[in-house]
Structures are given as structure tokens and as C-alpha cells.
């Protein structure tokens, strides 16, 4: 099934560049002249990962809420 609603896709991909550029960013964040931090990688990881996770729920929370709006709107 074709889903065509523009607020469920771009929270979808929004979600997903969250959590492409977080990670990434975590990556670069943790290098250090000292060595590799994971602290601040995985603070940038968790953030990323959370944010981008909610977005893309939400966005499956818009997805049913559609179906279930196209199905009332049917005739029987």
C-alpha cells in the first residue's frame, strides 16, 4: 500500500537523517588529542538515537491514524 501522506514521510526521514548525522557526529565528537572519548560519543549516540527513534514512531503513530481515518470514511 502507497502511502502518499507528507507529514508521515518526512517525519520518517527526518527521523532517519537524526539518527545517520548523530551517529556520525558521535564519531567525530569522540576523537580527541588525548585519544577517543566514548563518553561524548555515546552522548551524541543516545541523543541521535532517541530523537530519531521518536520521530519515526511518530510517524507510524500518523501512518495508523490515517488508515484508521480512510477506513471510517468508507461506505459499508
Not at 502507497?2 to 520518517?12: G, Q, R
Not at 580527541?32 to 510517524?59: A, C, K, P, R, V
Request: proline share 1%; charged share 15%; with cysteine.
Amino acid at each position: 500500500m502507497k502511502y502518499d501522506h507528507t507529514i508521515f514521510l518526512s517525519l520518517k526521514y527526518l527521523g532517519g537523517c537524526i539518527l545517520v548525522v548523530g551517529l556520525i557526529y558521535g564519531l567525530i565528537s569522540g576523537q580527541s588529542d588525548d585519544g577517543f572519548i566514548f563518553s561524548n560519543m555515546l552522548l551524541w549516540w543516545f541523543g541521535s538515537i532517541t530523537s530519531g527513534m521518536l520521530l519515526i514512531g511518530l510517524s507510524e503513530i500518523v501512518k495508523l491514524l490515517n488508515e484508521s481515518n480512510k477506513e471510517k470514511q468508507q461506505p459499508n
